[in-house]
């Protein structure tokens, strides 16, 4: 079985959705192939979030372990490490399987 760091140019684009409704754009599959793999997640705000994935719900919600968040503030760029994160589904934007986060 391959994970996703066999294709790490591949994007998954999250749209707008209602909630209690799966994203249509978004592979399950793929998504499940992920879990246990590095992902770089673009949200709707200014922050970025590299995680391993452990699981996720129908309704896209995740998650990550071994966490590292990205926001950019008035005060420049803010990183902070997490040990895991459970992340609201509705407010991702993009996945990057095998994504390693924004250049520092």
């Known amino acids: 079985m391959r994970n996703c760091n066999s294709h790490p140019s591949t994007l998954l684009s999250?749209?707008?959705v209602v909630s209690h409704q799966f994203p249509s754009?978004?592979?399950?599959?793929?998504?499940?192939k992920c879990i246990g793999s590095r992902i770089h997640i673009v949200m709707k705000s200014d922050k970025e979030i590299?995680?391993?994935l452990l699981g996720f719900d129908d309704f896209v919600n995740?998650?990550?372990e071994d966490v590292?968040?990205?926001?950019?503030?008035?005060e420049g760029r803010r990183i902070t490490k997490l040990d895991?994160?459970?992340?609201?589904g509705n407010n991702i934007t993009m996945l990057?399987?095998?994504g390693?986060?924004?250049e520092v």
Request: proline share 11%; charged share 15%.
């Open 84 to 88: 895991q994160i459970l992340l609201n």
């Open 50 to 52: 590299v995680g391993t």
């Open 14 to 16: 999250v749209t707008p």
């Open 25 to 32: 754009c978004i592979s399950t599959e793929l998504v499940d």
């Open 96 to 98: 990057v399987p095998g």
């Open 62 to 64: 995740m998650v990550l």
């Open 100 to 102: 390693e986060g924004p």
């Open 68 to 74: 590292t968040e990205f926001e950019i503030t008035p």
